[in-house]
Nanobody
Framework: QVHPVESGGGSVQAGGSLRLSCAAS????????MGWFRQAPGKAREGVAV???????RYADSVKGRFTISQGNAKNTLSLQMNSLKPEDTAKYYC????????????????????WGQGTQVTVSS
């Protein structure tokens, strides 16, 4: 069982930057994918960015060019650099591990991941 723990987050004005980090304890050897998801009040959880063990990444269209996902050498740490933040990025952000491929790549759908952190709040004010 993998247990992701997020850190970072906070409040920032529009146009600012934040960095989220995640450390996953437990066995990650069978985890092909890790990723970041977010959920705003009243909305469904959505995939933000995912990364495979070979470094291949995918992004939601809404964050492309602004967010960057990266993985540590030990493959059990994850970061999300968020630049040019917008008010619509406000949400609780979750680190996900234990992800399986959808076809030949990581999926941005939550059902492909089986381990979740408790989440960290990101608030962007206009």
């Amino acid at each position: 069982q993998v247990h992701p723990v997020e850190s970072g987050g906070g409040s920032v004005q529009a146009g600012g930057s934040l960095r989220l980090s995640c450390a996953a304890s437990g066995s990650t050897s069978s985890s092909r994918c890790m990723g970041w998801f977010r959920q705003a009040p009243g909305k469904a959880r959505e995939g933000v960015a995912v990364i495979a063990t070979d470094g291949t990444s995918r992004y939601a269209d809404s964050v492309k060019g602004r967010f960057t996902i990266s993985q540590g050498n030990a493959k059990n740490t994850l970061s999300l650099q968020m630049n040019s933040l917008k008010p619509e990025d406000t949400a609780k952000y979750y680190c996900a591990a234990g992800g399986a491929y959808s076809g030949s790549r990581c999926s941005l759908y939550a059902e492909y991941f089986n381990s979740w952190g408790q989440g960290t709040q990101v608030t962007v004010s206009s």
